[in-house]
């Protein structure tokens, strides 16, 4: 069965900004990004996805929902990989019509599902049969 694959743009007080980071371990989780920001919850939606066992690919942006170069970036990095296997973009905070528009492309593209609230992504691990 394939393992569910969650693209999550978020903060995080340790690894490079624009990394793509694959990550199927709380503990690699915490090796490569440390903690979460006081005001990001990025790292939050990751832990939770662990749990259920999906794969988490992370891209760390400078600010969540509002640093529109950090995120423009991140989505022509996945743009340009193909091979790159995603059933979900998560973009905790994002409220930006620009950010909105790129990152609705991207999920068509790649036909991956849309998320923005923790709700919502809460819903998709505890539901899908992927």
Do not use: C, W
Not at 69 to 80: M, Q, R
């Amino acid at each position: 069965m394939k393992r569910t694959s969650i693209l999550i743009f978020g903060e995080s007080k340790r690894g490079e900004f624009l990394k793509l980071f694959q990550i199927n371990t709380l503990p690699d989780l915490s090796t490569f990004l440390g903690e979460p920001t006081t005001s990001g919850i990025g790292i939050h939606m990751a832990i939770q996805s662990l749990l259920f066992e999906k794969s988490v690919l992370f891209i760390k942006v400078g600010e969540e929902g509002y640093d529109i170069d950090h995120y423009s970036l991140g989505f022509k990095e996945i743009d340009n990989n193909p091979h790159l296997l995603i059933d979900a973009i998560a973009l905790p905070g994002v409220g930006s019509n620009e950010i909105l528009k790129k990152a609705s492309l991207l999920a068509k593209k790649k036909k991956a599902l849309l998320i923005l609230r923790e709700k919502d992504l809460y819903d998709f691990i505890t539901q899908s049969k992927l």
